[in-house]
């Protein structure tokens, strides 16, 4: 475990439950085991003389950990809340062996096996533990406030909530027929010849022609963005398989079984990509009374890795809230 000076600063206007002084915090490499392979991530740590709550962070499809979450890490540590931000199996620098697979319940058990992981650690409190997910991940903090009681808090930003009608809705009718066609040569290839398999892209610029897992421009057109300026290790790409899995994806049943555990979702108005009805809708599933919605005006699905002053506004509404529900 080697530490690592870190400055990633945020404007303190911008977070109205941080103190006014700027707070450099401290960044630790760390690995954990998940199912035999090594799971590696950075830890923020709030406090090195105490335990203090502790929030993990996975991102979305295809997402390593240098994709827009250090922002919400470091808005957390400065708030009193370690943040551990980690690669999936299969991605970045974790290992796995089936790179760009993207199986969902292999990620919600690397969640786990992070949890696991924390509850040992010096420097945390093990009962005041918390999930942060965006996109493909908000759908897992659902699914873990569902699951598993260790976790004491959530917050889910951009959810996906059905997989297989957010494929139909995104992909349209042509599209998704192309889609289905791909899934089904796919799985055709893996039972003939054990081993192979067909991978395409995350996002494309020509979804008419070529068919990708999400078929939006200004998804493509981010993501290269990002890759270029900060996340080298992002690859626009995932095994057909992933998307063959995300179509059985469904949140509905867990978001009923959501109790007692402090939820905050926060929804991009107008979202299409994850689709902000089937997120509201979500929301209105939870039966606890410990729950709250936010719908952020003017923004959209991208414009949350894109645009830095709404990605800092997201970033105060979760501090606040885990704030509020682990006590720092």
Same mark, same amino acid.
């Given at each position: 475990?080697?530490?690592?000076?870190?400055?990633?600063?945020?404007?303190?206007?911008?977070?109205?439950?941080?103190?006014?002084?700027?707070?450099?915090?401290?960044?630790?490499?760390?690995?954990?085991?998940?199912?035999?392979?090594?799971?590696?991530?950075?830890?923020?740590?709030?406090?090195?003389?105490?335990?203090?709550?502790?929030?993990?962070?996975?991102?979305?499809?295809?997402?390593?950990?240098?994709?827009?979450?250090?922002?919400?890490?470091?808005?957390?540590?400065? $708030?009193? #809340?370690? &943040?551990? !931000?980690?690669?999936?199996?299969?991605?970045? =620098? %974790?290992?796995?062996?089936?790179?760009?697979?993207?199986?969902?319940?292999?990620?919600?058990?690397?969640?786990?096996?992070?949890?696991?992981?924390?509850?040992?650690?010096?420097?945390?409190?093990?009962?005041?533990?918390?999930?942060?997910?965006?996109?493909?991940?908000?759908?897992? $903090?659902? #699914?873990? &406030?569902? !699951?598993?009681?260790?976790?004491?808090?959530? =917050? %889910?930003?951009?959810?996906?909530?059905?997989?297989?009608?957010?494929?139909?809705?995104?992909?349209?009718?042509?599209?998704?027929?192309?889609?289905?066609?791909?899934?089904?040569?796919?799985?055709?290839?893996?039972?003939?010849?054990?081993?192979?398999?067909?991978?395409?892209?995350? $996002?494309?610029?020509?979804?008419?022609?070529?068919?990708?897992?999400?078929?939006?421009?200004?998804?493509?057109?981010?993501?290269?963005?990002?890759?270029?300026?900060?996340?080298?290790?992002?690859?626009?790409?995932?095994?057909?398989?992933?998307?063959?899995?995300?179509?059985?994806?469904?949140?509905?049943?867990?978001?009923?079984?959501?109790?007692?555990?402090?939820?905050?979702?926060?929804?991009?108005?107008?979202?299409?990509?994850?689709?902000?009805?089937?997120?509201?809708?979500?929301?209105?599933?939870?039966?606890?009374?410990?729950?709250?919605?936010?719908?952020?005006?003017?923004?959209?699905?991208?414009?949350?890795?894109?645009?830095?002053?709404?990605?800092?506004?997201?970033?105060?509404?979760?501090?606040?809230?885990?704030?509020?529900?682990?006590?720092?």
């Amino acid at each position: 475990m080697n530490g690592a000076e870190q400055g990633h600063f945020i404007p303190q206007n911008a977070i109205d439950c941080l103190s006014k002084e700027r707070i450099m915090v401290k960044r630790l490499d760390v690995e954990f085991q998940s199912e035999g392979d090594t799971v590696r991530g950075w830890l923020y740590l709030a406090d090195e003389s105490r335990r203090s709550p502790t929030v993990v962070l996975a991102g979305g499809w295809c997402y390593v950990r240098e994709i827009v979450m250090p922002i919400y890490a470091q808005a957390f540590a400065e $708030a009193g #809340i370690n &943040a551990m !931000i980690f690669d999936y199996r299969n991605l970045g =620098v %974790s290992d796995g062996d089936n790179r760009q697979h993207l199986d969902p319940w292999m990620q919600v058990r690397d969640y786990q096996n992070a949890l696991s992981f924390l509850e040992r650690h010096e420097l945390v409190d093990e009962d005041k533990l918390g999930v942060w997910g965006i996109s493909y991940s908000g759908g897992h $903090a659902l #699914i873990l &406030a569902a !699951i598993d009681p260790r976790v004491k808090s959530i =917050v %889910s930003q951009i959810p996906v909530i059905d997989g297989y009608e957010n494929m139909r809705r995104a992909h349209g009718t042509m599209e998704f027929r192309a889609l289905w066609d791909l899934i089904l040569r796919d799985r055709a290839l893996r039972y003939d010849k054990p081993g192979e398999q067909l991978y395409l892209p995350h $996002a494309t610029e020509d979804s008419a022609n070529e068919v990708s897992s999400w078929p939006f421009p200004e998804t493509v057109r981010t993501f290269t963005a990002i890759k270029e300026s900060e996340a080298p290790l992002y690859q626009n790409s995932s095994t057909v398989e992933s998307v063959d899995l995300l179509m059985n994806y469904d949140v509905g049943p867990f978001v009923k079984r959501i109790y007692n555990t402090p939820t905050l979702m926060i929804v991009a108005e107008g979202d299409d990509l994850t689709l902000w009805d089937l997120e509201i809708n979500a929301f209105n599933q939870v039966p606890t009374t410990r729950k709250k919605l936010e719908v952020l005006p003017h923004t959209s699905h991208m414009t949350l890795y894109s645009d830095k002053s709404k990605v800092k506004v997201a970033a105060a509404m979760a501090t606040k809230w885990f704030v509020e529900t682990l006590e720092p």
